[in-house]
């Protein structure tokens, strides 16, 4: 199909890992949409902005998306793509969440330049996160590591590993291979010790609910499996009343017309962690997600939860 409609702009936060998800999302609507124009308009959010506290205790939900919004909002734009693990479970009123690409290696990595993986650690090393789903799980592993806060963006990260600050980080694999540094990682690290975040390595695209002629361009990017998994995740979420920055971990796996979602809720300091999964077909990959929620409420999410909201 050719082109011969207005230039197609897509807002974008500026470090490297958005521009690159950007960039591709434009790669895959020219390779698909022939003649079409595609225009990267970069802007800075409030999360980018605050990069001297701990995001924990910004809180506020979408503190990396509300300006990209915005700017669809306003006209400026027509779509923006987010890391769905960065996006909220709501949309403002007029918005939608229209695609979602197929998804990176999902796991988290663990990088340093000394060690291997995290039992290779000495007692009391320093390990580099400001994620509390990470943070907890890591806790429950070792309790001896000293884990210190961490922020600002994938190469900011590694540039202070790389200054010694910390003897190891944890950084999502799937930012690290679009980056196209992938011999950073010097292990992952599997779901069963750290269960990733929900949409964790899968890129979506938002856009105006009546931009017809978006949305038509837009359905070449769709991957349907990923969808099931993300949405799966999301729907657990949702459930738990999670934002971006709170202990909870959602993993999606599909095998033919089933789906098996794990999720895990865990105190920040790592001395209580719930875990449970369900199963059931894809179809129902929203309820089972709510089911999932629920069976982690029975053990006690809720009193977990409220404690970190509390604190933070
Ligand atoms: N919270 C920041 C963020 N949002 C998305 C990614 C990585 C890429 C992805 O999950 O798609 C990262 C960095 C990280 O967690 O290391």
Known sequence: ??????????????????????????????????????????????????????????????????????????????????????????FPEGLELNTICEREDPRDAFVSNRFKTIEELPQGAVVGTSSLRRQCQIRALRPDLEIRDLRGNVNTRLAKLDEGQYDAIILAAAGLIRLEMPQRIASFIEPEQSLPANGQGAVGIECRSDDITTKQLLAALEHTETRIRVLAERAMNRRLEGGCQVPIGAFAQVSGEHITIRGLVGAIDGSEILRDQVQGLCADAEQLGV????????????????????DA
């Open 291 to 310: 089911e999932l929620a629920n069976k982690l409420l029975a053990q006690g999410a809720d009193k977990i939860l409220q404690a970190v909201y509390k």
């Open 1 to 90: 199909m050719t082109f011969s409609s207005p230039t197609l702009r897509i807002a974008t936060r500026k470090s490297a890992l958005a521009l690159w998800q950007a960039e591709f999302v434009k790669a895959q609507l020219e390779i698909h949409h022939p003649g079409i124009q595609v225009e990267l308009v970069p802007m800075s959010t409030q999360g980018d902005k605050i990069l001297d506290t701990p995001l924990a205790k910004i809180g506020g939900k979408g503190l990396f998306v509300k300006e990209l919004e915005q700017a669809m909002l306003e006209g400026r734009a027509d779509i923006a793509v987010h890391s769905m693990k960065d996006v909220p479970v709501e």
